[in-house]
């Protein structure tokens, strides 16, 4: 099955500044101003991996998930146990990116990394500041990518304002096997269908990129 992602990718870039030097001008003065209003607030970063992350961060960290995931919208389904136990077994290959104001912590993201990228997947906040998601999830993902010299950052499948804060639209691809001749069919053609309009919507998505046009 086709489907689609945004991803970041580093196309060499030595800073955030040198990401940002390819941008159009309004959405490079706008990610600029995004930065700006987190930082004017106070809030400050730490990456964490391995044995920096403690059981105390994971505590603070549920707690981000729990309220983020237990909105309307929302159906948190991991345990407080989990995170121990993925800090446990996966511990080098997470980073935590934690955000701290006024000596405490106030939102984190959960990313796993691997093989040159990073995979962002949860995050969540107990403070409610104006550009503190996009600060937390993106803008710290791609300097951490930067400052590791990771090829991209991939953010996941929803949220196009993503989009224009540099991750740009990607196909994915997934394998199935429908046992039922007649079911395997069915789903087949409407897989070919929609794979011509997942196509169609990562092109007209790409026109609304953030880049220079001349690029």
């Known amino acids: ?55 105390a961060h994971w505590d603070v960290f549920f707690e981000f998930y729990m309220d983020t995931g237990g909105r309307k919208w929302g159906r948190p389904y ?45 995050w969540g906040c107990t403070e409610h500041i104006p550009f503190l998601h996009f600060e937390t999830c993106y803008y710290q993902a791609i300097d951490y990518a930067i400052a590791h010299k990771f090829s991209r950052v991939e953010a996941g499948a929803q949220g196009e304002h993503k989009l224009v804060r540099g991750y740009m639209p990607v196909p994915t691809y997934s394998a199935h096997y429908i046992a039922h001749a007649g079911l395997r069919r069915a789903v087949g053609d409407y897989l070919r269908q929609e794979r011509a309009a997942v196509a169609e919507n990562i092109e007209a998505l790409a026109e609304h990129g953030p880049f220079r046009k001349s690029e």
């Open 1 to 55: 099955r086709n489907d689609q992602q945004f991803h970041w990718q580093n196309d060499g870039y030595t800073s955030f500044d040198d990401f940002l030097g390819r941008l159009s001008s309004s959405k490079r003065k706008n990610l600029r101003k995004e930065r700006a209003a987190v930082a004017a607030e106070g809030v400050t970063f730490e990456w964490l991996s391995g044995r920096d992350i403690t059981e």
């Open 78 to 122: 991991l345990t407080r146990e989990f995170f121990s136990r993925v800090g446990a077994s996966m511990g080098e290959q997470i980073v935590l990116i934690l955000a701290k104001r006024a000596g405490r912590h106030i939102a984190g993201a959960l990313n796993f990394r691997g093989q040159g990228v990073l995979f962002g997947r949860n």
